[in-house]
């Protein structure tokens, strides 16, 4: 089974630049995430989709980060403009079911490591 | 906001020893969960524990929830090379919030 994929696996772009990063979950999978991990932290949860629906964009800068899941499928996740501190490794994953639970498995892509100069 | 503290931060150990790495906090967690994650990879889920005391065995690997369930910890028994990585413990609070809270891990080197 393949696992999440994820592209570009790296990004250099100067301050004030657009970006977008591209997930394609394991297929199946009803609820996709995307996470930001700075260097030395864990990853911080940035927006959650079930299916094509928002679930949790708490954390998500939304003056300047956006995201779409359409058609429940793929995801994209895009910065503009682009800040020194949006440097950072971008991890996408997804999960089996639509109902939460406390058990539940992510499965994390490999990333997309970003770095703004 | 329910913060997760691991410790140690990094660990550099020869391969054969023991050691434990731990995660803790002042909230309760319905669910707690290790993941390792490799130098280029995202985190891989190692195991999740929900019950209180609950102890949890992967080959060299030992993962124990606390009776509280405010803290867990993680010992590795005769440590491999190829246990190298960033270890993450993460937490779900439960109830209506099943956001997954991740610590900020600890980096162990394990030197042949």
């Known amino acids: 089974e393949a696992g999440v994929a994820q592209s570009p696996r790296y990004k250099i772009i100067e301050k004030r630049q657009s970006v977008a990063f591209w997930c394609n979950p394991i297929?199946?999978?009803?609820?996709l995430y995307w996470y930001q991990q700075i260097l030395g932290q864990g990853p911080k949860l940035l927006i959650q989709?079930?299916?094509?629906?928002?679930?949790?964009d708490s954390q998500l800068p939304k003056d300047r980060f956006s995201a779409e899941r359409l058609k429940g499928v793929d995801s994209t996740l895009k910065i503009q403009p682009a800040k020194l501190e949006d440097s950072a490794v971008y991890l996408c994953a997804s999960s089996l079911q639509l109902l939460p639970n406390i058990q539940e498995t992510q499965y994390f892509g490999p990333g997309t490591r970003l770095l703004v100069l | 906001t329910q913060l997760l503290e691991q410790s140690p931060q990094f660990l550099s150990i020869q391969e054969g020893e023991n050691l434990t790495v731990y995660c803790n906090s002042s909230?309760?967690?319905?669910?707690l969960q290790w993941y390792r994650q490799e130098p280029g990879e995202g985190p891989v889920l190692l195991v999740t524990?929900?019950?209180?005391?609950e102890v949890k065995k992967l080959k060299r690997l030992t993962f124990q929830f606390g009776d509280a369930r405010k803290d867990s910890s993680l010992h590795i028994t005769a440590a491999q090379p190829g246990d190298t990585g960033l270890y993450l413990c993460a937490g779900m609070p439960g109830g209506s919030n099943y956001k997954l809270t991740f610590g900020k891990g600890t980096l162990l080197t394990v030197n042949p």
């Open positions: 909230s309760v967690f319905s669910s």
């Open positions: 989709f079930q299916n094509n629906g928002v679930v949790d």
């Open positions: 297929s199946g999978h009803a609820t």
């Open positions: 524990v929900v019950t209180g005391g």
